[in-house]
């Protein structure tokens, strides 16, 4: 496939900012386990990472806010182990 991403892609959170669920844009070039674990501005993980084996192509990652609490969260994506992006991610009231 000519459609086929060239390169690993890591999109800006949407809706940014957020009142709750963000969605991150994904594009892999070939086969991979992914990663996106979420952090808040102390380095704490908050919830469970969402682990998923996918097939190259474009993708949707969707974050579940576990409370909507307003702050700044850093979404962390890791590609086959390795760390590929960080995007801020803003939740409001």
């Known amino acids: ?7 690993i892609a890591f999109g800006l959170p949407a809706p940014s900012p957020s009142r709750g669920d963000v969605t991150f ?5 070939a086969k991979a ?3 996106l674990a979420v952090f808040d501005v102390a380095g704490r ?16 990652l ?3 806010s576990l409370d909507g609490r307003p702050g ?5 994506l890791e590609v086959n182990g ?10 409001v009231r």
């Not at 844009?25 to 070039?29: H, T």
Request: proline share 6%.
């Open 82 to 91: 390795a760390v590929q992006g960080k995007r801020r991610i803003v939740l």
């Open 62 to 64: 969707r974050w579940k």
């Open 45 to 60: 993980e908050i919830g469970d990472p969402l682990t998923l084996n996918l097939e190259a192509g474009h993708h949707q």
């Open 33 to 35: 386990e992914v990663r």
């Open 1 to 7: 496939g000519g459609d086929l991403p060239r390169e």
């Open 25 to 29: 844009a994904l594009a892999l070039p």
């Open 72 to 76: 700044v969260y850093f979404g962390v």
